[in-house]
C-alpha cells in the first residue's frame, strides 16, 4: 500500500518513519522537504491512503479530497468537523467510494491497554463499580508557545479525547452525562487542567487530564467486585505496569500479579499494521465513535471554556 503522510509536524515524523518505503512523499505548507504542499496537488495514481496529521481545522475538507477519489485515510485524533451531520455525510461519502476512513488512537494498541480490555471482558473482575484514570504530561509551554494549540478547551481534545476513547475500547457505548468537574488555566490561555467525570455510566467514571504534570504520566484504577486492576505508566515513558489485585473476603491483603514492561512504544507500527489490515479486508467506514466523541466533546468544551479559572 502506497501511502502520502499530510502534515510533517510530531506526528507526522513518526508516521513516516513507521510507513518508511511505502510512503510515496510528504505534504506540508512549511516543510521545505515536503515534495507538495497541498495534497490537491499530489497525483492521485502515485498513492492508495494517506495518513493525516495536520491541525484540526483543515482535516474535513482534505479528508473530503481524498474519499472524492476513493483513497484511504488514517487521521490523527479527534476527527474534527462543524457538525454531527456533516461527520454522517462523510461517512456515506466514504462508503460510496469505498475508502476507508479509521481515527488514529494509537494508545488502543499499548500492550497493558489491551490487556486491561481483555481482563474486563473476560468477566473475572466481577462487577466493575469505579474507573479512575489520569493522563499527565508537562507540554503547557509548548502549546502555549504553538501558533494554533493554545486556544478552545485547551487539554480537553487533546488529552480527553484518548481517555474517552480508551473507555469506548474497554466498555463499549457510554452515558451521555459527561460533566466537567474542574478546569484551570495554571500557565495556558486556554484550559491545561480538566476533571471530567460521569455517574451515569457503568461504571462509574472520572477522566483527569493535565499539560502542567513535568514528569509524563499516566494511571488508571479499577475497582470491580472481585479485585482491581491497575496502569502505571505507558511504553514510550516505561517501565509500563499492570497490577492485577485479588479481593480477600471478609477482608485482608489481596494477593497481586504484575506485569512489568521496558520496551520502545509499539503502537505507531501496530497501529499502521492494523490499518493496512482493516483495508486489505475490505472494511466499511464507521465513523459512530467519531460521531459519539464529536457530540461529547463539544458539550464538554463549551463547558470548559465557560468554567475554565485562571490561577
Keep these: 500500500m502506497r501511502c502520502i503522510v499530510v502534515g510533517y509536524g510530531v506526528q507526522g515524523k513518526k508516521r513516516l518513519a513507521v510507513a518508511a518505503s511505502e510512503a510515496a512523499g510528504v505534504v506540508d505548507p512549511f516543510w521545505a522537504g515536503a515534495q507538495w504542499k497541498d495534497v490537491r496537488e499530489v497525483p492521485v495514481d502515485l498513492y492508495d491512503a494517506a495518513v493525516v496529521c495536520t491541525p484540526d481545522e483543515p482535516k474535513m475538507e ?3 479530497h481524498l474519499v472524492s477519489y476513493g483513497k484511504h485515510a488514517l487521521t490523527e485524533k479527534p476527527l ?4 454531527d451531520s ?3 455525510a462523510l461517512e456515506q461519502d466514504a462508503r460510496d467510494s ?5 481515527t488514529a488512537y494509537n494508545h488502543r494498541f499499548e500492550p497493558h491497554y489491551v490487556g486491561m480490555r481483555d481482563l474486563i471482558a473476560s468477566g ?4 466493575i463499580y469505579r474507573c479512575r484514570m489520569f493522563y499527565g504530561n508537562g507540554t503547557a509551554r509548548l502549546v502555549r508557545e504553538s501558533a494554533w494549540r493554545d486556544q478552545g478547551a485547551g487539554v480537553l481534545p487533546d488529552l480527553g479525547s484518548h481517555l474517552l476513547d480508551t473507555l469506548n475500547f474497554w466498555f463499549g457505548d457510554l452515558a451521555d452525562d459527561f460533566r466537567v468537574i474542574s478546569a484551570s488555566c495554571f500557565e495556558n490561555r486556554a484550559a491545561d487542567h480538566v476533571v471530567i467525570g460521569s455517574e451515569a455510566s457503568n461504571p462509574k467514571l ?4 493535565t499539560l502542567v504534570s513535568w514528569r509524563n504520566h499516566f494511571t488508571c484504577d479499577i475497582s470491580a467486585e472481585k479485585g482491581s486492576a491497575h496502569i502505571e505508566s505507558l511504553c514510550k515513558w516505561g517501565p509500563s505496569k499492570f497490577t492485577r489485585r ?3 473476603l471478609p477482608s485482608g491483603r489481596p494477593p497481586e500479579e504484575t506485569i512489568t514492561l521496558v520496551q520502545d512504544d509499539p503502537t505507531w507500527a501496530l497501529e499502521y499494521s492494523a490499518f493496512k489490515a482493516l483495508v486489505a479486508a475490505g472494511t466499511r467506514t464507521d465513523l459512530s465513535k467519531d460521531r459519539w466523541l464529536l457530540r461529547t466533546l463539544g458539550q464538554l ?3 470548559v471554556i465557560k468554567v475554565s479559572t485562571r490561577r
Design 86 to 88: 456533516e461527520l454522517a
Design 62 to 64: 482534505i479528508l473530503k
Design 98 to 102: 469505498g475508502a476507508l476512513l479509521v
Design 246 to 248: 485479588t479481593r480477600i
Design 124 to 127: 473475572e473482575l466481577g462487577k
Design 301 to 303: 468544551s463549551n463547558e
Design 80 to 83: 474534527h468537523a462543524g457538525s
Design 206 to 209: 472520572e477522566l483527569e487530564m
